[in-house]
């Protein structure tokens, strides 16, 4: 028996990341001490050879915001997921991208 396509204009079901990946995300939070850290902090939960070297920052003009954007080794979508909601429910973090 095959499988029903999806409906017309529908993304196919298929994983579009090929696992495992070097995947960037970007953490953007108010520019204060200890926000770098925590970011970090919550990377290595998820990728134990996380390399914080690789860390790239970017102050907003006004230099009140922070982004910082990590590259983690994903593993799997439910990994990944589960990154994104630890890092967006952080007290320092205002948008995960």
């Known amino acids: 028996m095959s499988a029903t ?5 529908a993304a196919p079901r298929e994983e579009l990341l090929q696992f495992p990946v070097d995947f960037p995300i970007k953490v953007v ?5 200890g926000f770098v850290h925590a970011v970090t902090h919550i990377a290595r939960q998820f990728d134990p050879h996380f390399d914080a070297a690789r860390i ?7 230099g009140k915001y922070l982004g910082v954007t990590i590259t983690v080794r994903a593993t799997s979508r439910e990994q990944l997921d589960e990154l994104y ?7 320092m973090a ?4």
Do not use: F, I, K, M
Request: hydrophobic share 25%.
């Open 5 to 9: 396509p999806p409906p017309e204009g």
């Open 29 to 33: 939070g108010v520019n204060e001490d």
């Open 56 to 62: 790239e920052l970017r102050e907003s003009g006004g």
């Open 85 to 91: 909601r630890a890092l967006s429910t952080h007290p």
């Open 94 to 97: 205002r948008w995960v991208l």
